[in-house]
Nanobody
Framework: QVQVVESGGGLVQPGESLTLSCTASGTISSIYYMGWYRQVPGKKRELVAGATSGTSPNYADAVKGRFTISRDNAKKTVYLQMNSLKPEDTAVYYC????????????WGQGTQVTVSA
């Protein structure tokens, strides 16, 4: 069984920074992709940043230059460093992990709330 657990969300003021962490545990081995998505009520879940093995990270236009995704493969952990936060970054942030062995397996965390407000 595989678990994906996010942490690091919270309430911050505009312009401040926050770092999210996500760790995959259990019977998971060949992690191909780790990424962050976010969702606000009434809207679709959207990609924030993704890190695929062997390629450069990709970012949503809205966060380019402010957010940085990084992976620690040994720890099966992905981070999202969020700088210069804006109220429009307020959302529930979800971690997505894709494992590729004989098939592709897609795992999601439970989400962590990020609120940016004065």
């Amino acid at each position: 069984q595989v678990q994906v657990v996010e942490s690091g969300g919270g309430l911050v003021q505009p312009g401040e920074s926050l770092t999210l962490s996500c760790t995959a545990s259990g019977t998971i081995s060949s992690i191909y992709y780790m990424g962050w998505y976010r969702q606000v009520p009434g809207k679709k879940r959207e990609l924030v940043a993704g890190a695929t093995s062997g390629t450069s990270p990709n970012y949503a236009d809205a966060v380019k230059g402010r957010f940085t995704i990084s992976r620690d493969n040994a720890k099966k952990t992905v981070y999202l460093q969020m700088n210069s936060l804006k109220p429009e970054d307020t959302a529930v942030y979800y971690c997505n992990v894709i494992e590729v062995t004989d098939h592709a397996y897609d795992y999601w965390g439970q989400g962590t709330q990020v609120t940016v407000s004065a």
